[in-house]
């Protein structure tokens, strides 16, 4: 291909028809909304991916619009990163949004999964950045948990990684967070099934012995009691067609 005569061509169509790409401010604008976990100001410049500014990549419309997204995730992959994820989660996460998008066999799907990830980021992004406010013991106690979710957590354990007292952590973990070390765990722990359920094929029993729950029966209550569904209507609701194909 003689990619000089090819650039050319572009610019000369895109003149012709009026093709202009996303403006690189608002572009620079979004990426930083999600970076600072600013969920208002991400939706008010969300752009959907088969707009005209964004520019074609394929002539086949379907991977035209993968192409876009997955382009999408690894930018909000780096700037996630930069600012302030944890580079193992933010590149897994990265996958799991990957895999499925390289599974959807419709546009819809794509459009879907589209919003779902910027939502998702940016939520991840929006309680990242609030930790920075806290003291380093709590940030510490927090970077601890997530590391163990599928091991016994224990208060001693995280007393001593944070080089506090258990009655002093569990006090000023409170005080920071509003919610009691348990329940952090506990609340960890279910976001990570709502994952687990939604893109892998674990059973409940494999999920509630990964993520330390006593026993398959608690993990569905707790489960029911902080979502709303049992993880089997969890699953039925929100596991993606594209993934189950």
């Not at 000089?4 to 169509?13: A, R, V």
């Not at 979004?30 to 939706?43: A, D, M, Q, R, W």
């Not at 008010?44 to 993968?66: A, E, H, V």
């Not at 005080?175 to 059973?203: C, D, P």
């Amino acid at each position: 291909m003689n990619i000089k005569k090819e650039f050319s061509h572009i610019e000369f169509l895109n003149r012709e028809y009026n093709i202009t790409h996303l403006a690189y401010e608002k572009e620079l604008a979004f990426f930083n909304g999600i970076k600072t976990g600013n969920l208002n100001e991400v939706h008010k410049l969300f752009k959907p991916l088969n707009s005209d500014k964004l520019g074609r990549l394929s002539d086949d419309i379907i991977r035209n619009l993968k192409y876009h997204l997955i382009i999408t995730v690894a930018l909000i992959t780096r700037c996630c990163i930069e600012g302030g994820m944890e580079m193992e989660a933010a590149f897994n996460l990265s996958d799991i949004y990957i895999r499925s998008i390289d599974k959807c066999t419709e546009e819809n799907e794509i459009h879907l999964l589209h919003k779902e990830l910027v939502d998702d980021y940016t939520q991840r992004m929006q309680i990242i950045y609030k930790s920075t406010l806290y003291p380093k013991p709590v940030i510490t106690c927090i970077d601890y948990i997530y590391d163990n979710l599928h091991t016994k957590i224990t208060l001693e354990q995280l007393a001593e990684a944070a080089n506090l007292s258990p009655s002093h952590l569990s006090r000023l973990f409170h005080k920071e967070t509003g919610i009691t070390i348990s329940a952090y765990i506990t609340q960890k722990r279910i976001e990570a099934a709502e994952n687990m359920l939604k893109f892998s094929e674990y059973s409940t029993i494999e999920i509630s012995e990964y993520l330390c729950f006593s026993s398959e029966s608690y993990f569905i209550n707790v489960f029911r009691k902080k979502t709303g569904y049992t993880p089997k209507r969890y699953r039925e609701m929100f596991f993606r067609k594209s993934i189950e194909k």
